[in-house]
């Protein structure tokens, strides 16, 4: 047996067959392309066909509440399905998982294409919502088996341009196909994307895990020995773990003999359930509660260009493609919202933490997203009557980008504060995060038709506009209270840690 290794284990530098991190420039940045062009599938997805409700609904046909739950449904499974891409590439690879969701895409679009009832549309919506979410469970995780942490954030960067142009030209390009041909058209380019991206993968693209350098796996393997050890079916080396996430900065389990052997015990599926991560993130008031603020405003995010496109085509009588170019604003608006708020937030972390003595703490970022909380919930209410009353295009144009740049302000620090707030369960929170804004958003699209046509945009905007005050006034309460919560829970896990040893 090979000596133990001096100090404090670094699992994710571990010697590796074909390291990802020793390829050529060219490799890297053409896996990034990859995955990037894989993940804007995922953004055109959700709101490419919002243009063409109105001729949906009429030659399927398909009632209001019934296309709204073929869109709650897409974001529900897309929201969920993470949880489980996530544990299935810990164990088989993230090729696999690219190439089984990718042809699951595709399917799902070739059936909704040919589809002639709203009932096959919601079921293959569906599968085109497990497929695409596939990347965004684990687009970044990806990334950080390619790049070192010193040149990640760039990477990072770019990477997430991607799904925030997918949702900013998706309408414009199903008003296009649906005034040149008709709303088939849509999915039947989505079709030919994610089949073009499939065939990009099989050929182009290498596994970029390496089970050695997977805690998830590691500990799983753990486990599964201890399970044997139990049985007195075979001896397991009982030297004490000792491993430490460098990346994260915090100590984790793992046992440095098991990553020496990784080849000397395969897992299956069973052995990491996709359910547990919940319990580990969820268990923290601090995440619970920022995680509740973040699904609101993805909720609404996802809500105000669907109403929009309904009052777009009910009381104005635009056309699909006008349609797309006006919601486009609020794509746009998304975009200047995250770069801008992004470099926001970097600043606020560095004055805040210059003040405290050069040390950070998470809850300094959640400072940042005040400007947008303060803002959100006037700019939401005007919008709301300024679509009842039937105003100028020109003003809803400037709305819809207000809107989009407040909300994206906040949720793209919120988001980052939930990573942040969970060193060593950052995929773990980020897939919670996932849940939790699929839950919301289902809600909110089921809601909508209702709310609008019995409400009016007008008051369903105004009660919008409170829930984003109640989102704004949560994380408020925990950029004060969050680090106490932050710390008691940390004290409390160490301490049942202790306890289990």
């Given amino acids: 047996m090979d ?27 053409a896996s990034l392309a990859l995955i990037s062009s894989a993940s804007m599938i995922a953004g055109l997805a959700g709101s490419i066909q919002n243009p063409a409700v109105k001729e ?37 690879g993230r090729k696999l998982v690219y ?21 096959l549309v919601i079921g293959f919506r569906c599968f085109q919502a497990a497929g695409s979410s596939a990347v965004i469970a684990i687009g970044a995780a990806t990334l950080a088996d390619i790049f070192d942490p010193a040149e990640r954030g760039t990477k990072m960067g770019i990477y997430y341009i991607a799904p925030l142009l997918g949702p900013a030209v998706g309408p414009i390009f199903g008003g296009a196909l649906t005034t040149g041909f008709n709303w088939r058209a849509i999915f039947w380019f989505l079709t030919v994307v994610s089949g073009s991206s499939f065939l990009a ?65 395969k897992l299956t599926l069973m052995d990491i359930s996709p359910v547990r991560p919940l319990g580990l993130v969820m268990r923290r008031k601090n995440n619970a509660v920022t995680l509740f603020a973040s699904g609101l405003l993805f909720a609404f995010g996802f809500l105000i260009p669907y109403t929009s496109a309904r009052t ?21 608006g998304h975009i200047a919202g995250s770069l801008l708020g992004g470099r926001w937030s970097d600043h606020q972390l560095a004055t805040l933490k210059a003040k405290n003595g050069g ?93 609008q046509d019995k409400l009016g945009d007008g008051w369903m905007y105004t009660i919008w506009a409170g ?17 106490k919560w932050r710390e008691q829970a940390e004290a409390l896990e160490a301490k049942h840690s202790e306890d289990s040893e």
Wanted: proline share 5%; with cysteine; charged share 15%.
């Fill in 99 to 119: 190439l089984i969701s990718l042809l699951l895409f595709t399917i799902g679009s070739v059936v909704v294409a040919l589809s002639e009832s709203i009932g």
């Fill in 312 to 332: 777009l085509s009910t009381h104005y009588n635009y056309e699909a493609l006008k349609i797309g170019l006006v919601t486009l604003t609020y794509g746009f």
């Fill in 467 to 483: 829930i984003m005050a109640l989102s704004g006034l949560l994380i408020f309460v925990v950029s004060w209270k969050g680090g």
């Fill in 359 to 451: 040390v950070s703490k998470p809850e300094m970022r959640l400072h940042s997203t005040r400007i947008g909380a303060i803002f959100l919930p006037p700019f939401t209410l005007a919008f709301g009557w300024i679509c009842q009353k039937h105003v100028h295009v020109s003003a809803i144009c400037v709305f819809l980008f207000s809107c989009g740049f407040l909300s994206i302000w906040i949720y793209s620090s919120t988001l980052a504060y939930i990573v942040d707030a969970n060193n060593g369960r950052s995929s773990t929170a980020v897939a919670c995060n996932s849940a939790f804004r699929g839950l919301f958003a289902f809600v909110a699209i089921e809601i909508a038709v209702p709310m």
């Fill in 201 to 265: 993968f099989l050929l182009l693209f290498r596994d970029t895990f390496r089970r050695e350098r997977s805690l998830t796996y590691q500990n799983a393997l753990k486990r599964r020995k201890l399970v044997t050890v139990r049985a007195g079916t075979s001896v397991i080396d009982e030297r004490p773990p000792a491993a430490k996430d460098v990346e994260k900065g915090v100590g984790v389990h793992a046992d440095a003999a098991l990553v020496q052997g990784a080849d000397s015990g």
């Fill in 3 to 29: 000596a133990e290794p001096d100090g404090p284990f670094d699992i994710e530098h571990v010697p590796v067959d074909n390291d990802p991190r020793k390829w050529s420039p060219l490799r890297k940045n």
């Fill in 56 to 92: 949906m609904e009429v030659d399927l046909p398909a009632t209001s509440a019934q296309f709204s739950w073929s869109i709650s449904m897409f974001i529900l499974v897309q929201g969920l399905f993470p949880l489980i891409w996530s544990a299935v590439s810990e164990i088989k």
